[in-house]
T-cell receptor, first 115, second 113 residues
Framework: KAGVTQTPRYLIKTRGQQVTLSCSPI?????VSWYQQTPGQGLQFLFE???????NKGNFPGRFSGRQFSNSRSEMNVSTLELGDSALYLC??????????????FGPGTRLLVL | GDSVTQMEGPVTLSEEAFLTINCTYT??????LFWYVQYPGEGLQLLLK?????DKGSNKGFEATYRKETTSFHLEKGSVQVSDSAVYFC????????????FGSGTKLNVKP
């Protein structure tokens, strides 16, 4: 079974631009979560989608948004990029996400550099 | 709220040394606990998990026991290898907030030959 895939793997943007990152979950998984990882803040939860609906949200400004499609693939968008948005963005998928025993499986991440 | 605290790194050990990385948690209900590992330039990989008190998770020589009385989930390995050099994250999945995971800050392990 293929793992979680993320595209692109690397991205360079300039301040003020916007960016869209894509995540394809493991086949059959319906829950997709997004995290931002930086050296200073560690892993921070952005949001989680299940059945095309945002089910959980972290403490990030409205510039960060996401969506999920009917095939469970997900995209996240960051508008008006700031230097501080430079980070590794990780996507994780799980089956349903509702049970405490379920595991999240992570993709390799998209490394975003904002200049 | 739910949270995870793990020991700060980096931890530097010689090959074949014993490893312990401490992790404690705060949670209501009956959380599941996880250890993930991140190698340079990669995403997080699940290392092991435990879903109820006194459960022991184990994988690749690593093990951790879910201790509800001390709210801990310490990671141990009897004999580390250079290839174990990575960042290790302790994580908690709570009972009441669907699929939200709480991660510790990560502990970098350096193993020297």
């Amino acid at each position: 079974k293929a793992g979680v895939t993320q595209t692109p793997r690397y991205l360079i943007k300039t301040r003020g631009q916007q960016v869209t990152l894509s995540c394809s979950p493991i086949s059959g998984h319906r829950s997709v979560s997004w995290y931002q990882q930086t050296p200073g803040q560690g892993l921070q939860f952005l949001f989680e989608y299940f059945s095309e609906t945002q089910r959980n949200k972290g403490n990030f400004p409205g510039r960060f948004s996401g969506r999920q499609f009917s095939n469970s693939r997900s995209e996240m968008n960051v508008s008006t990029l700031e230097l501080g948005d430079s980070a590794l963005y990780l996507c994780a998928s799980s089956l349903e996400g509702g049970g405490t025993q379920e595991t999240q499986y992570f993709g390799p991440g998209t490394r975003l550099l904002v200049l | 709220g739910d949270s995870v605290t793990q020991m700060e790194g980096p931890v530097t050990l010689s090959e074949e040394a014993f490893l312990t990385i401490n992790c404690t948690y705060t949670a209501t209900g009956y959380p599941s606990l996880f250890w993930y590992v991140q190698y340079p330039g990669e995403g997080l990989q699940l290392l092991l998990k435990a879903t109820k008190a006194d459960d022991k998770g184990s994988n690749k020589g690593f093990e951790a026991t879910y201790r509800k009385e001390t709210t801990s989930f310490h990671l141990e390995k009897g004999s580390v290898q250079v290839s174990d050099s990575a960042v290790y994250f302790c994580a908690l999945k709570g009972t009441y907030n669907f699929n939200k995971f709480y991660f510790g800050s990560g502990t970098k392990l350096n193993v020297k030959p």
